[in-house]
């Protein structure tokens, strides 16, 4: 039973670009969250995706979108990236949007130069 | 707004030597929280959670943790630390079953002396 798994593992980018972190939910899963982690801190919710739509959205700027395909694979795009942006980015999947238990990925870690 | 203090950075304990780590929470309804882990290279996973019921939860490796209402706290413990125990801990808010909507705390990092 495959967890989560996340793509790529690193890169880098350079300030101004776009990038697209690409997030498989656990086998089963339908509900897919995304979360960016800065060094020292936290995992900030950056939004949530449920049958193809963005149904919750935490404190991010507009620059910050995502995708949720029919096979409840998902997507996060960062646009005209800021050096700031530079964080481990984490996904998580649960099973309906009341799912109380979520399972995480090992994260996408972005350096923006 | 929900938030949540882990007042700790760093606690280091004796390998055996018991464990507690802090929760402070700031949730204006009925919160719903969880502990999770994160080892150095891998996600967080789940250590257990709390949403209603007997406030003494227990969960996986042995941790257990109480929630207290009164004092807005739900704190993570262990009776004996093992060298794995390791890692960075989290303490999370929801105000509801949805889990993957969370608010973190900035994590606890246990270092295990032998």
């Known amino acids: 039973d495959a967890g989560v798994t996340q793509s790529p593992t690193h890169l880098i980018k350079t300030r101004g670009q776009q990038v697209t972190l690409r997030c498989s939910p656990k086998?089963?899963?339908?509900?897919v969250s995304w979360y960016q982690q800065a060094l020292g801190q936290g995992p900030q919710f950056i939004f949530q995706?449920?049958?193809?739509?963005?149904?919750q959205r935490g404190n991010f700027p507009d620059r910050f979108s995502g995708h949720q395909f029919p096979n409840y694979s998902s997507e996060l795009n960062v646009n005209a990236l800021l050096l700031g942006d530079s964080a481990l980015y984490l996904c998580?999947?649960?099973?309906?949007?009341?799912?109380?238990?979520?399972?995480f990925g090992e994260g996408s870690w972005l350096t923006v130069v | 707004a929900q938030s949540v203090t882990q007042p700790d950075i760093h606690i280091t304990v004796s390998e055996g030597a018991s464990l507690e780590l802090r929760c402070n929470y700031s949730?204006?309804?009925?919160?719903?929280l969880f502990w999770y882990v994160q080892s150095p290279g891998q996600g967080l996973q789940l250590l257990l959670k709390?949403?209603?019921?007997?406030?003494l939860v227990q969960g996986i490796k042995g941790f257990e943790a109480e929630f207290k209402r009164s004092q807005s706290s739900f704190n993570l413990s262990k009776p004996s630390v093992h060298w794995s125990d390791a890692a960075e801990y989290f303490c999370?808010?929801?105000?509801?079953?949805?889990?993957?909507?969370?608010?973190f705390g900035d994590g606890t990092t246990l270092t295990v002396k032998p």
């Open positions: 998580a999947s649960s099973l309906g949007q009341a799912g109380n238990t979520i399972y």
């Open positions: 999370a808010v929801g105000g509801s079953t949805n889990a993957g909507k969370s608010t």
């Open positions: 995706y449920y049958e193809e739509e963005e149904r």
């Open positions: 709390y949403f209603s019921g007997d406030t």
């Open positions: 086998s089963g899963h339908d509900t």
């Open positions: 949730y204006g309804a009925t919160p719903y």
